[in-house]
């Protein structure tokens, strides 16, 4: 069963299978879709990677699987971050942040739950080192162009590892407008 964690402000629990609508909600970007532009003949969002961050929050299906973690915070308005820390990672060695993401009514100027966020991906990540018995980095990827992300990351003691190529996905929903070409590996030590 998973156990409620107090923080300064949100409370952290693991994910469940009754969070899945409260998932396919979630919004983290503003607008919250992409717009059609006729003349282009395409969608367009004016920050692509974090629509592809919400797409995959939104894909989310709790319980997580052995060798990960899904943790989620709530505050009084519901959910409000997502956190998801898995060891099953591609390539890279030791465990992988695949999405951070926070509601977008708590992104504001100077809120900087993103730092709660980190906080709590990190002690999980700590925790799951421990059964590994071994030092292990935490690897996040992050599109180059998600400045909060990086400033983020960055805040939270992560160092930039490298470029990943990864070919766009032929999969999924509107596959051709999502921006994953190239990603940045961001590292820390746990
Ligand atoms: C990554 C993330 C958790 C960082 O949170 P954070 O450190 O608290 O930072 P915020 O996003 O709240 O704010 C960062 C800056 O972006 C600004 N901002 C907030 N919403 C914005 C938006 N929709 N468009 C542009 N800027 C925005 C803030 O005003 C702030 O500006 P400042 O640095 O000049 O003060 C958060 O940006 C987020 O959830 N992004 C969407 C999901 C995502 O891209 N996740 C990473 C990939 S997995």
């Given amino acids: 069963m998973a156990e409620a964690a107090e923080s300064s402000t949100l409370t952290w629990r693991d994910a469940r299978r009754d969070d ?58 519901g959910l409000a971050a997502v956190v998801h820390v898995t060891s099953a990672s591609h390539g890279d060695f030791g465990l992988t942040i695949p999405i951070a993401a926070l509601a977008q009514r708590l992104r504001h100027g100077k809120s900087r739950y993103g730092d709660e966020l980190m906080d709590e991906a990190l002690r ?34 992560f160092s930039p590892a490298g470029l990943i190529h990864q070919d766009p996905p032929t999969t999924g929903p509107d596959p051709h407008h999502r921006c994953v ?10």
């Fill in 20 to 77: 899945r609508g409260a998932l396919k909600a979630f919004v983290c970007t503003s607008p919250d879709r992409a717009t059609w532009i006729p003349i282009r003949r395409r969608r367009y969002h004016p920050r692509q990677w974090e629509l592809d961050a919400q797409a995959t929050v939104r894909s989310m299906k709790p319980p997580a699987q052995n060798g990960e973690r899904i943790r989620l915070a709530f505050d009084g308005d």
């Fill in 124 to 157: 999980v990540a700590a925790e799951m080192r421990s059964r590994l018995n071994e030092s292990v980095g935490v690897f996040a990827r992050v599109h180059p162009k998600n400045l909060a992300s990086k400033r983020m990351l960055e805040r939270a003691g």
């Fill in 181 to 190: 070409e190239c990603v940045e590996s961001w590292v820390a030590d746990v």
